[in-house]
């Protein structure tokens, strides 16, 4: 068998390229890619497209099916909109939810909506009242809905996001059937460098899978077009200019000569002509790019990067939340992790509530609570005012999206100069995320 062309742009951990690797050979793929901003991923990497002659993997495109990017510019100019920019974003975070598990407190019927109800695959239509409610939420994590000042002098909006719970529940069922279980079966995640799960595209599993995650990905499309119109009426503007793609996905597309399904997690497709929105930090420039014309689509199989690529997990940006055991005075900073209270409670042959290790509360009683038991190193009191320094009006947000958890997306684009061509620059002056409380499953 011939070696698998892989290619790596930038620099990258040298695990996601060996997640890349193990997950071409499984499936005899025809080449594979890592862009710039590829990192580690849930088997494969994020940054990450494999192109696959006969399978489709739902561990490729990941949870979150069809997540990606849309990019509008409206009519507004920007120096016009900035001295009400305060009351507009706060207008977004009261009408658009973000956070795990959130409603839309404005329902919106859509034609995705009679889609799911009639889905080939039946199990998505019983799905269908939840999909509803989501419809028009954002989620968490590295997701939001920001405005942004173009280099042209016009306002732009940009969102990222995906199917939400929709997408979530049908990899999460297909990954479940793939390990013999049914579709509403929980099963644990599979090792972060685990192989891929392939579905041969002429089995009953791969014809499902491949039903099931375009619409997963047509109701990630009416989400983010849902959203950017609430925007707009917000703003009592109209859109002038569209760029809209998914970067969780599989196209079937002809590289090297075969015709392959392209596994995209974490990759923006980029054919020669074709737009793309990128986004950068809450704090940086994103851009608006494009495929350059005359590049042999083969050797990045029409991929770029998606994004600036952390730098950081979550956890070593942020810190770790937990249960913990904290004095019951709320006004008392003092707390000891789940372990040193228990194995101090059995040391005192205490079993009472009164027990307490507080040394300034000595009558008192310890409680369970969720908070940090880690440090994390990102101060993000400083992000905070920072952003509010540079003209920048966040809402929400945690140190984990902060721009120090992210490399620059400048350097990660300049290891793709010769296949994309920057076409506009959007500085961010109004960032809206889910609070730091919330919580996101949904995997890249």
């Given at each position: 068998m011939?070696?698998?062309?892989?290619t790596v742009?930038?620099?990258?951990?040298?695990r996601a390229v060996?997640?890349?690797r193990?997950?071409a050979?499984?499936?005899?793929?025809?080449?594979?890619?890592?862009c710039?901003?590829?990192?580690?991923?849930?088997?494969?990497?994020?940054?990450?497209?494999?192109?696959?002659?006969?399978?489709?993997?739902?561990?490729?495109?990941?949870?979150?099916?069809?997540?990606?990017?849309?990019?509008?510019r409206?009519d507004?100019r920007?120096d016009?909109?900035?001295?009400?920019?305060?009351?507009?974003m706060d207008?977004?975070?009261?009408?658009?939810?973000?956070?795990?598990?959130?409603?839309?407190?404005?329902?919106?019927?859509?034609?995705?909506l009679e889609?799911?109800?009639?889905?080939?695959?039946?199990?998505?239509?019983s799905?269908?009242q939840?999909?509803?409610?989501?419809l028009g939420t954002v989620?968490?994590?590295?997701?939001y809905?920001?405005?942004?000042a173009?280099d042209d002098?016009?306002?732009?909006?940009?969102?990222?996001?995906?199917?939400r719970?929709?997408?979530?529940k049908?990899a999460s069922g297909?990954?479940?059937?793939?390990?013999g279980?049914g579709f509403?079966?929980k099963?644990p995640?599979?090792?972060?460098?685990?192989?891929p799960?392939?579905?041969?595209?002429?089995s009953?599993?791969?014809q499902a899978y491949?039903?099931?995650?375009?619409?997963?990905?047509?109701?990630?499309?009416?989400?983010r077009?849902?959203?950017?119109?609430?925007v707009?009426e917000?703003?009592?503007?109209?859109a002038?200019?569209?760029?809209?793609?998914?970067?969780n996905y599989a196209?079937?597309?002809t590289?090297h000569?075969?015709?392959?399904?392209v596994v995209?997690?974490?990759?923006t497709?980029a054919f020669?002509?074709?737009?793309?929105?990128v986004?950068?930090t809450?704090?940086?420039?994103s851009?608006?790019?494009r495929?350059?014309?005359?590049?042999?689509?083969?050797e990045?199989?029409?991929s770029?990067?998606h994004?600036a690529?952390?730098?950081?997990?979550?956890?070593?940006?942020a810190?770790?939340?937990?249960?913990?055991?904290?004095c019951?005075?709320?006004?008392?900073?003092?707390?000891?992790?789940?372990g040193?209270f228990r194995?101090?409670?059995e040391?005192?042959?205490a079993?009472?509530?009164?027990?307490?290790?507080c040394?300034?509360h000595?009558?008192?009683k310890?409680?369970k609570?969720?908070?940090?038991v880690?440090?994390g190193?990102?101060?993000f009191?400083a992000?905070?005012a920072?952003?509010?320094?540079?003209?920048?009006?966040?809402?929400?947000g945690?140190?984990?999206?902060?721009p120090?958890a992210?490399?620059?997306?400048?350097?990660?684009?300049?290891?793709?100069?010769?296949s994309?061509?920057?076409?506009?620059r959007?500085?961010?002056?109004?960032?809206a995320?889910?609070p730091a409380?919330?919580?996101?499953?949904?995997?890249d």
């Amino acid at each position: 068998m011939n070696e698998i062309p892989i290619t790596v742009r930038g620099v990258v951990d040298d695990r996601a390229v060996a997640q890349l690797r193990r997950c071409a050979e499984a499936g005899n793929a025809v080449a594979g890619v890592l862009c710039a901003d590829g990192h580690v991923g849930y088997s494969q990497p994020i940054g990450g497209a494999i192109a696959y002659p006969d399978h489709l993997s739902p561990s490729g495109v990941g949870y979150d099916i069809g997540c990606g990017n849309k990019a509008v510019r409206t009519d507004l100019r920007t120096d016009d909109v900035r001295a009400d920019l305060p009351r507009v974003m706060d207008e977004i975070v009261d009408r658009i939810s973000f956070g795990m598990g959130r409603k839309n407190d404005e329902p919106v019927d859509h034609p995705v909506l009679e889609q799911i109800r009639h889905a080939d695959f039946r199990a998505q239509r019983s799905m269908v009242q939840s999909a509803a409610n989501q419809l028009g939420t954002v989620g968490a994590g590295n997701h939001y809905v920001d405005l942004f000042a173009g280099d042209d002098g016009f306002l732009w909006v940009g969102v990222h996001f995906g199917s939400r719970g929709f997408g979530h529940k049908t990899a999460s069922g297909f990954l479940a059937m793939a390990a013999g279980r049914g579709f509403k079966d929980k099963v644990p995640d599979g090792e972060m460098d685990g192989p891929p799960v392939l579905f041969a595209l002429d089995s009953e599993l791969g014809q499902a899978y491949l039903s099931a995650m375009e619409l997963a990905g047509a109701y990630a499309y009416a989400g983010r077009d849902v959203v950017v119109d609430k925007v707009l009426e917000i703003l009592g503007a109209e859109a002038t200019h569209t760029v809209h793609n998914h970067h969780n996905y599989a196209w079937r597309e002809t590289h090297h000569g075969v015709d392959a399904w392209v596994v995209r997690k974490g990759c923006t497709p980029a054919f020669p002509g074709q737009e793309g929105f990128v986004g950068a930090t809450m704090g940086e420039a994103s851009v608006i790019l494009r495929g350059r014309d005359g590049v042999d689509t083969d050797e990045l199989l029409a991929s770029t990067v998606h994004g600036a690529g952390r730098l950081m997990s979550r956890t070593q940006a942020a810190g770790r939340i937990a249960n913990r055991m904290e004095c019951s005075d709320r006004n008392c900073p003092f707390w000891v992790s789940m372990g040193q209270f228990r194995d101090a409670r059995e040391r005192a042959g205490a079993e009472d509530g009164r027990f307490t290790l507080c040394p300034e509360h000595p009558s008192g009683k310890m409680v369970k609570r969720r908070g940090r038991v880690k440090e994390g190193s990102i101060d993000f009191s400083a992000v905070q005012a920072a952003l509010t320094t540079e003209g920048i009006e966040l809402r929400g947000g945690a140190a984990d999206e902060a721009p120090g958890a992210y490399k620059r997306l400048d350097e990660v684009l300049a290891a793709h100069a010769d296949s994309v061509e920057v076409l506009h620059r959007l500085v961010p002056i109004g960032v809206a995320m889910a609070p730091a409380d919330t919580v996101d499953p949904y995997k890249d």
